[in-house]
């Protein structure tokens, strides 16, 4: 009976290092098979693997376990890479900025900003001061140069300039009382250099070509607008403001013309022609639908063609701003119904280049 408790106690002493061998020699095998199995898997990836922050931080940790000679057969990354994800993580480990205190003054409430908004929407000649008293009143304190710093951020000026009107704002409310001019330049078939003088209406979008010479200067210039103001007669009353950018020409004799008649006159900013955006866009209509398709034989031949077409113009072409009118029509024509009765005539403008058409009366 001793004898044999005393094998079996042997035994059993003897089979233990075999038992960790084993366990050891198992652990090697899932390894590996493991590793066989990251191997197949990355070969059918379309791409490489992506790696969020928290995936980092394993193989980082357990890096320092493993020899750094068997980095390659068992990481996914090369060890350049792994020996930066543990320079971040100790980094990070020490870094305290995230946990430091906040200073300086809190953050404004999102409502308390819409409020300021709100009241600076609602009253235009209030400036910032004022806002912050009314907010003090309904218990909000806050400073005034917060107040200040919201309205700018914003994009909301200071209360006197609120309330003024956007130079589109003001073009559209005036819009029946403003001329504007400009100059167009026409080449010749030689090569030479015309220049005209063009005013356009703004309410009724009615175009004025009144000279066209080689040699533009001041006191041409003054002429024109002469020509303009006695050609206009009565209804130069109705005008209160000529727009014209600062070319030199125009001087202050030009600008007498006008304010003789009680007209006044306003400027361009420098280099800004979308001020003058109107008669910048009747120009670029005559270089499409006359001047690019004509051939300019010398001066008279180009007053000749400009004044054919600002008779077209103001006569026959119809302005969406007007209702599809020309600017000397006050009315639209009657609805024609019976097609086939009536025939349909054209007219032929500039050689062919245009053409009108109208109805068989």
């Given amino acids: 009976m001793i004898i044999s408790l005393l094998y079996r106690a042997t035994r059993a002493l003897l089979s233990v290092p075999a038992v960790l061998l084993r366990r050891g020699t198992a652990k090697d095998a899932e390894l590996l098979v493991l590793r066989h199995e990251n191997a197949v898997l990355r070969r059918q990836l379309p791409s490489p693997l992506r790696y969020e922050p928290a995936d980092r931080f394993w193989p980082a940790a357990l890096s320092s376990l493993i020899p750094r000679d068997r980095w390659s057969g068992v990481f996914p990354v090369a060890p350049g890479t792994l020996l930066a994800w543990h320079r971040r993580l100790i980094a990070r480990k020490w870094d305290y900025s995230a946990r430091r205190r906040r200073t300086g003054r809190p953050p404004t409430a999102s409502a308390l900003k819409k409020l300021v908004l709100r009241l600076a929407r609602e009253n235009p000649r209030w400036g910032h001061r004022r806002i912050q008293g009314e907010l003090a009143r309904l218990g909000h304190p806050i400073a005034p140069s917060t107040v200040w710093e919201i309205l700018h951020a914003a994009g909301i000026g200071p209360a006197p300039r609120r309330t003024g009107p956007s130079w589109r704002e ?8 403003i001329i504007t001019a400009d100059f167009v330049h026409v080449d010749t078939i030689t090569g030479r250099r015309l220049h005209a003088l063009a005013f356009l209406e703004h309410g009724t979008r009615k175009l004025h070509v009144t000279g066209v010479t080689a040699h533009p200067t001041a006191q041409w210039a003054t002429q024109q607008a002469r020509n303009l103001t006695t050609g206009l007669g009565s209804r130069v009353e109705s005008l209160r403001f000529v727009l014209r950018d600062r070319d030199s020409k ?18 361009g900013a420098p280099r800004a022609p979308r001020m003058n955006a109107h008669c910048e866009r009747v120009i670029g209509t ?3 639908e006359a001047l690019d398709h004509v051939l300019i034989m010398n001066e008279t031949h180009a007053r000749r063609i400009l004044a054919e077409y600002q008779d077209h113009y103001n006569r026959h072409r119809p302005h969406r701003p007007r209702g599809q009118r020309p600017p000397e029509a006050q009315d639209q024509p009657p609805a024609v119904h019976d097609f086939v009765a009536r025939g349909l005539l054209r007219t032929s403008v500039l050689g062919g280049v245009i053409n009108e058409y109208r109805y068989a009366s």
């Fill in 250 to 267: 125009y001087t202050s004799s030009f600008d007498a013309v006008f304010e003789a008649e009680g007209v006044q006159v306003l400027l």
């Fill in 286 to 288: 005559i270089r499409r």
């Fill in 170 to 177: 003001f073009l559209t409310t005036q819009a029946d009382g």
